[in-house]
């Protein structure tokens, strides 16, 4: 079975960066999607990037795109660097997989998921 582990969360002042790692086992991914997606206190889980199976295209929410990027390390491995941080950044933040590979915005469409790790932006 497939295993997310998520983590470089934390708290960080408004303005600054974090960068999150998630950590894939059991299974190779080589040929799947990696999504990264938040939700925030009182708020629905909304999608931020994601990156296809070879790594060549993304994909992100308008409300992060130029200060997020999502990149693989390698198939198992997939990171968030997170810049200019605000504090409407402020959510718990998930890693999943994606088997058909695209990278899509629905996170119903995704197969696996992390646990998740808090990420907490003050103003």
């Known amino acids: 079975q497939v295993q997310l582990v998520e983590s470089g969360g934390g708290l960080v002042q408004a303005g600054g960066s974090l960068r999150l790692s998630c950590a894939a086992s059991g299974r190779n991914l080589g040929i799947y999607a990696m999504g990264w997606f938040r939700r925030a206190p009182g708020k629905e889980r909304e999608f931020v990037a994601a990156?296809?199976?070879?790594?060549?295209?993304t994909s992100y929410a308008d409300s992060v795109k130029g200060r997020f990027t999502i990149s693989r390390d390698n198939a198992n491995t997939v990171k968030l660097q997170m810049n200019s941080l605000k504090p409407e950044d402020t959510a718990v933040y998930y890693c999943?997989?994606?088997?058909?590979?695209?990278?899509?915005?629905?996170?119903?469409?995704?197969?696996?998921w992390g646990q998740g790790t808090q990420v907490t932006v003050s103003s």
């Open positions: 990156i296809d199976w070879g790594g060549g295209r």
């Open positions: 999943a997989a994606d088997r058909r590979g695209v990278g899509v915005q629905e996170s119903n469409e995704y197969d696996y």
